[in-house]
T-cell receptor
Framework: GAVVSQHPSRVICKSGTSVKIECRSL??????MFWYRQFPKQSLMLMAT?????????EQGVEKDKFLINHASLTLSTLTVTSAHPEDSSFYIC???????????FGQGTRLTVV | AQKITQTQPGMFVQEKEAVTLDCTYD???????LFWYKQPSSGEMIFLIY??????QNATEGRYSLNFQKARKSANLVISASQLGDSAMYFC?????????????FGTGTRLLVSP
């Protein structure tokens, strides 16, 4: 149990376009999901906390208008990178909490390359 | 504010030996949880072990054990009988249970290489 599915696993897009990444909890409901960004050989940096039915809470320094987060249901959160630039190229990974468990469960991650 | 520190950027160990990965933390919340995750080159995050701040005994999960020293605010991961498949990045993380969304914050990670 407690499976989180993230899609797509890899995406290449052109500068100026938008990319949507989906994060789904497959066998549990998640009122809260988290989005992280990871640069090569670095740690996971929390970008924002996604709350079902309300606005996301962004960490300091994260551009809300560039990284749009929508948590429309208890099993789906989406991250949209708008007007992507090459510096947005990174590994994005989501996690979700099953309220009955201590640990967070992670999606497989999305490697975004902006050309 | 919660903080996690991993001071070992890289560690080497021979197969079948034990290795300890260090983690120290800082928090003012008396109720918190400490986690270790493994990240192989594929990028997925694999949960290894959990220790709660009120747990009296050190957590163990198979070959993984957590050396929890609360007074020193350390939560070191011990991997016994290392295997080649243990080569990966290892992240220590913490969640404060009395703060807002209980977000999980990570340390900088330790790259473990297991040699034959």
């Amino acid at each position: 149990g407690a499976v989180v599915s993230q899609h797509p696993s890899r995406v290449i897009c052109k500068s100026g376009t938008s990319v949507k990444i989906e994060c789904r909890s497959l066998d549990f409901q998640a009122t809260t999901m988290f989005w992280y960004r990871q640069f090569p050989k670095q740690s996971l940096m929390l970008m924002a906390t996604s709350n079902e039915g309300s606005k996301a809470t962004y960490e300091q320094g994260v551009e809300k208008d560039k990284f749009l987060i929508n948590h429309a249901s208890l099993t789906l959160s989406t991250l949209t990178v708008t007007s992507a630039h090459p510096e947005d190229s990174s590994f994005y990974i989501c996690s979700a909490r099953d309220e009955g468990r201590f640990e967070a469960f992670f999606g497989q991650g999305t490697r975004l390359t902006v050309v | 504010a919660q903080k996690i520190t991993q001071t070992q950027p890289g560690m080497f160990v021979q197969e079948k030996e034990a290795v300890t990965l260090d983690c120290t933390y800082d928090t003012s919340d008396p109720s918190y949880g400490l986690f270790w995750y493994k990240q192989p080159s594929s990028g997925e995050m694999i949960f290894l072990i959990y220790q709660g701040s009120y747990d009296q005994q050190n957590a163990t999960e198979g070959r993984y054990s957590l050396n929890f020293q609360k007074a020193r605010k350390s939560a070191n991961l011990v991997i016994s009988a290392s295997q080649l498949g243990d080569s990966a990045m290892y992240f220590c993380a913490m969640r404060e249970f009395n703060t807002g969304f209980q977000k999980l914050v990570f340390g900088t990670g330790t790259r473990l290489l297991v040699s034959p």
